[in-house]
């Protein structure tokens, strides 16, 4: 029964904490989206849905099955 | 009074909802400390998003928005957001499976077991205790802050408080906390970790909805969203920081200065702002820009200034990463994971956690940001009445204030009653039990232990509140950094085979003494940041880190028997 989480997992979570770092936007006191939010506000705000998005495509491509049969096992020795 | 009243049909709701969670009680002590396993996935989402969030995402992000600009968001939710759900994954979701499977209640038997080692138990139980206990003052000190001013006038002459006049007739601190502590002892007593867990999701909605109606309504009655997003100070090019508009009380609307009300002023050093740089929309951006703003005493009419840091520095903003992390090592949230049904009620909690925080913080952090038109400078003491000042001078509905003020105590009580519940699972099953034969006890003398136990700390916690220091806000960053450091022991124990227990201890030991040493370092709880803005707990992380991955690599790995049981894929 193989535990681990698959790589991918690993890597795009790094990468979506990189791209937290949103330098390109640091200074930016100018554009406004929609004519209401700030585009350092507007960036972050977009991240959390890709964050969302991002973990709904995990549940789906690389749910870990082998936790769920793990839990199911009838065991309990404390 | 109308405050007061819809605060009372709130509170007494609440109490409603506990009484009837007690009537699917089950009488066992599974049931009572983790309803079970039979948590489904809403519930576990809006109890497990309640606990997480407490007083600070409606009023503290509101305040540190007023106090910093924008940056909030991205420094302290958008991080959690990813991070919280990676936490939920990959840390409780596994937690919940061995949990389920060898029928663990609290973090610690899962470290006594994988690190073959009871006195691990004896020397974690203290360490996440007091990380426990300011947090539980946060909650109690902060709900009869919030309330003071919300009901002043109400009670004169039962209530004059001479010490903050402009209160008299408030209901006092120790009142609220007694009532709050009452309210949330009843239903937890009852109900355990199911009672908790109902009256969660009905607090949570009631925070999140709260604080969208309030946005709503502030934004409509200055004129608009985007009539909204002017009226933050400005820094003009003489370096004077400014209010464009002012909110006018009698004609009930937005109105320009003219010209622009000068509230301070950049801080230079020579020719050049001592921040190096300086952004015109301070708020709109996360250039670091400092300034001197002038506040004027209600009482004397002195004008004083302060120094004030606009922006987020780099480096802090680099390094705040690892406080989200502490949601890892917290032991009411372990709880609450144990409560799931299956490992799949995790899904609908780790998609939707990053969008509740979204759904709760933006309108915070723009409504702080507007804020700083409208209000004169407030110092940092003072930033957390920022969402109730606002919504008294631009709303001004009695019956608004009173429901905002149930969200922010449900914000509040969403939060104490998973502490006060896992404190006395702690208690019972960490130190009496453990050391007890299985069926020493019967499953209603666990529950009578458990329950006399919560019983106690509820008294004990609201007598500390009494007397803690009433600026215990700044300790929580304090107790978060304290869980990060902590956050490698969990992460290696669940995901490294070769984590001993030497190296556990060593962990342990190594996060405390660089945890301490800052602590220390920052006069005992003041926010503190090391060189360009370095927040602690990254430093802490890595030593502690550093001392679990040394020390496992010269003591002898964990036997075989362990780990078959944690390892089963080796």
């Keep these: ?78 | 009074m109308t405050p007061l009243i819809v605060l009372s049909c709130y509170l007494a709701l609440l109490l409603g909802l506990g009484i009837l969670s007690s009537r699917s009680f089950r009488g066992t002590s599974k049931d009572y400390f983790v309803a079970s396993h039979s948590i489904g996935p809403f519930l576990l989402l809006m109890s497990v998003f309640g606990t997480t969030m407490t007083a600070f995402a409606l009023v503290g992000s509101t305040g540190k928005a007023f106090e910093r600009g924008i940056g909030v968001y991205g420094l302290m939710a958008s991080i959690s957001g990813l991070i919280h759900a990676a936490v939920f994954f990959l840390i409780g979701m596994r937690l919940w499976v061995f949990g389920k499977k060898y029928g663990y209640v609290t973090q610690i038997q899962y470290f006594r077991a994988r690190f073959e080692s009871s006195r691990i138990g004896y020397l974690l139980f203290p360490i996440l205790v007091l990380l426990v206990i300011p947090y539980l003052l946060i909650g109690i000190i902060g709900a009869g802050k919030t309330l003071l001013p919300v009901t002043a006038g109400a009670f004169p002459a039962w209530f004059p408080n001479p010490a903050t006049p402009q209160w008299s007739g408030g209901i006092p601190v120790w009142l609220t906390g007694l009532v709050i502590c009452g309210v949330v002892l009843t239903y937890v007593f009852m109900g355990g970790s199911r009672g908790a867990a109902w009256a969660n999701t009905f607090q949570t909605l009631v925070f999140m909805v709260m604080g969208i109606v309030a946005f709503v309504l502030i934004a409509k009655n200055l004129g608009g969203l985007q009539n909204a997003s002017k009226v933050t100070i400005k820094v003009t090019e003489e370096g004077q920081v400014v209010q464009p508009y002012r909110w006018d009380n009698a004609q009930k609307q937005l109105v320009e200065n003219n010209p622009p009300k000068v509230i301070g002023k950049l801080v230079f050093e020579g020719e050049k702002p001592v921040s190096g740089t300086y952004s015109p929309d301070p708020l709109l951006s996360r250039t670091v820009t400092e300034v001197e703003l002038n506040a004027k005493n209600p009482k004397t009419g002195e004008i004083t200034s302060f120094r004030r840091e606009y922006g987020i520095p780099a480096w802090m903003f680099a390094t705040y990463l690892f406080i989200p992390l502490s949601v890892g090592m917290f032991p009411h949230l372990f709880q609450h994971w144990l409560t799931a049904k299956s490992a799949r009620a995790f899904k609908l909690t780790v998609i939707a956690h990053p969008l509740c925080i979204l759904v709760v913080w933006v309108p915070c952090v723009l409504i702080g940001i507007w804020a700083t038109g409208i209000l004169p400078p407030l110092d940092p003491s003072k930033v957390s009445a920022v969402l109730g000042q606002v919504v008294k001078s631009i709303i001004e509905s009695p019956v608004l204030s009173g429901f905002l003020t149930a969200g922010v105590l449900a914000a509040i009580m969403s939060s104490l009653d998973s502490q006060f519940l896992c404190l006395g699972t702690m208690f019972t099953n960490d130190i009496v039990l453990h050391r007890k034969a299985k069926g020493a006890y019967s499953d209603k003398q666990i529950i009578f232990i458990a329950r006399i136990f919560i019983v106690v700390i509820v008294a004990l916690t609201y007598l500390v509140s009494l007397v803690a220091p009433q600026n215990v806000f700044d300790l929580a960053v304090w107790c978060f950094s304290g869980f990060g450091a902590l956050f490698p022991l969990i992460f290696a124990a669940l995901y490294w085979k070769r984590a001993t227990k030497a190296g556990a201890y060593a962990c342990i030991f190594a996060a405390l003494a660089s945890w301490f040493y800052y602590f220390k370092m920052s006069g005992y709880g003041k926010e503190m940041v090391l060189g360009p803005g370095i927040m602690p707990v990254a430093v802490c992380f890595v030593i502690s880190s550093l001392a679990l991955v040394i020390v496992s690599l010269l003591t002898s790995p964990p036997s075989e028997n362990t780990l078959r049981k944690f390892f089963p894929d080796r």
């Design chain 1, 1 to 78: 029964m193989k535990q681990g989480i698959h790589w991918t997992v690993w890597v795009g979570t790094l990468l979506l904490i990189a791209l937290h770092q949103d330098v390109w936007f640091w200074d930016d006191h100018q554009t406004m989206i929609f004519g209401i939010l700030p585009v350092g506000l507007a960036y972050h705000a977009a991240f959390s849905i890709v964050a969302a998005l991002w973990w709904g495509a995990v549940m789906v491509v690389a749910w870990p099955h082998h936790l769920e049969a793990m839990a199911e096992e009838d065991t309990n020795n404390p």
